[in-house]
């Protein structure tokens, strides 16, 4: 039966009850309608109407489910699924709905794959070329610098000095920029050096305090596995430097059934409610590529952020 006419039937159903229930009450109507008469009458309509409303908004119960998750699906976080139940039509509909989802988040990994390998490679290849161009250059003045301090006369020597130190300090931020555009320890040392090496880097630059807790036994993940754990570290931990106006910040890497859990935390005053920015979107980004999931949590005590990457990753 389509759906037209399970709606019909309910209606139909309902209007011939009502009609036999009046037809055999021991009930006359008369003219002009008595008090009493109105009352019964008045009842009976209001059970019809009830009735008729119970079985139809129960009939299309599945559509307002399927609205709902229409309206709150997210690209990011696609998680969500209808139980295929209901009429048949509603059933055909959710179910295309659900393959929907479920292309879209093919899709959505396919790309979302493709756009992070070419931004891992762009980054490579800056941080390439700031070391071995930029560094180089400047390594060059810097000794040249040096050269021309021991020659020059007295009055000269301490500026080229300070200008060699300048120097020294300029090719140490490059190589910083480098390090954290494409991290080499990740490739050659794995996963907790290159953690270990950021929360260092982290609390020396900012002057924060930085607690870590890095577990020895985690599980081998995939190069994607570790490099998404390792960026959602990084921009946690470059949001708390920008915005948090945290004194102190927890990072906290464990094992997690198979997988790997990631957690950040900071003694801030929470996110305020403004449409999140490329870096918390560019997490969830990292999160859907290994279909992990991501959590965070704000509140007047801080910010949480936690990420779960499985072992196939």
């Given at each position: 039966m389509s759906f037209a006419w399970r709606i019909f039937a309910v209606n139909a159903a309902v209007f011939v009850a009502g009609t036999a229930i009046l037809a055999l009450a021991p009930v006359t109507v008369h003219s002009p309608i008595t008090a009493?008469?109105?009352i019964v009458l008045v009842a009976g309509l209001g059970l019809m109407?009830?009735?008729?409303q119970a079985l139809v908004w129960r009939s299309l119960a599945p559509l307002g489910r399927l609205t709902g998750l229409m309206r709150s699906v997210d690209l990011l976080r696609m998680d969500g699924r209808?139980?295929?139940?209901?009429?048949?039509?509603v059933r055909v509909l959710v179910s295309v709905f659900n393959d929907m989802l479920d292309r879209l988040e093919r899709e959505r990994h396919e790309s979302s794959h493709r756009a992070v390998h070419a931004q891992e490679?762009?980054?490579?290849?800056?941080?390439?070329?700031l070391h071995d161009e930029v560094g180089q250059s400047l390594t060059a003045v810097m000794l040249r610098l040096d050269r021309?301090?021991?020659?020059?006369p007295g009055e000269l020597r301490?500026?080229?000095?300070?200008?060699?130190?300048?120097t020294r300090q300029s090719l140490h931020d490059v190589r910083s920029i480098a390090q954290r555009l494409r991290p080499e320890v990740l490739d050659h040392l794995g996963l907790v050096a290159a953690l270990t090496s950021l929360v260092n880097g982290f609390g020396d630059r900012t002057g924060l305090r930085v607690r870590h807790t890095l577990a020895d036994d985690l599980p081998s993940l995939s190069p994607v596995g570790e490099l998404a754990v390792y960026?959602?570290?990084?921009?946690?931990?470059?949001?708390?430097?920008?915005?948090s106006e945290a004194t102190s910040v927890e990072v906290l890497v464990e094992r997690s059934g198979t997988g790997v859990r990631l957690a950040v935390r900071d003694?801030?005053?929470g996110l305020d409610d403004a449409v999140p920015g490329a870096g918390i979107r560019g997490m969830w980004e990292r999160a859907l590529l290994v279909r992990g999931g991501l959590t965070i949590r704000s509140s007047s005590a801080g910010v949480e952020v936690r990420l779960e990457v499985p072992g196939d990753a």
């Open positions: 009493t008469e109105a109407l009830a009735v008729n209808l139980d295929v139940e209901g009429p048949s039509e490679e762009e980054r490579r290849r800056v941080a390439q070329e021309l301090a021991h020659r020059a301490s500026e080229l000095s300070e200008a060699r130190e300048e960026r959602v570290a990084q921009e946690s931990l470059t949001n708390v430097a920008r915005h003694d801030g005053h």
